[in-house]
C-alpha cells in the first residue's frame, strides 16, 4: 500500500503564493509519475500538473506560468508551488501516484483564495 500525506494549503489574498507538499510513503520502490489534481465545489476533479521521473512536466492551461510541479526523487517527495493565485484557483488539491495497478489518492488540502 502507499499513503500520501498532503500539506501546505491556507487561506490567501489573491496574487499570493502557496508551496503544496506530498509526502509518499510504503510501498514504493521507484515512482515514475506523480501529479496534483483539484476539485472546486461543484465541480469535477481535474489534474493540475504531473512530472515524470525524468523531469518532464505537463500543466494545465489555466496554470500554466504561474504553477510549478518538482519532485524529490530521494525523499519521495512532490511539490506544487502556485505562484500569482487566483479566487478561480480555490479547491481541495489531491497528490495523486499512478502506477499500473492502480491510482493513489492523499486525503487533499484546501486552498482557498480570497478577492
Known amino acids: 500500500q502507499v499513503r500520501l500525506v498532503e500539506s501546505g494549503g491556507g487561506l490567501v489574498q489573491a496574487g499570493g503564493s502557496l508551496r503544496l507538499s506530498c509526502a509518499a510513503s510504503g510501498s514504493i520502490f521507484s515512482i515514475n509519475t506523480m501529479g496534483w489534481a483539484r476539485q472546486a465545489p461543484g465541480k469535477q476533479r481535474e489534474m493540475v500538473a504531473v512530472?515524470?521521473?525524468?523531469?518532464?512536466?505537463t500543466y494545465a492551461d489555466s496554470v500554466k506560468g504561474r504553477f510549478a510541479i518538482s519532485m524529490d526523487n530521494a525523499k519521495n517527495m512532490v511539490y506544487l508551488q502556485m505562484n500569482s493565485l487566483k479566487p478561480e484557483d480555490t479547491a481541495v488539491y489531491f497528490c495523486?501516484?499512478?502506477?499500473?495497478?492502480?491510482?493513489?489518492w492523499g486525503q487533499g488540502t484546501q486552498v482557498t483564495v480570497s478577492s
Open positions: 495523486t501516484y499512478p502506477t499500473t495497478s492502480r491510482t493513489y
Open positions: 512530472i515524470t521521473s525524468g523531469g518532464s512536466t
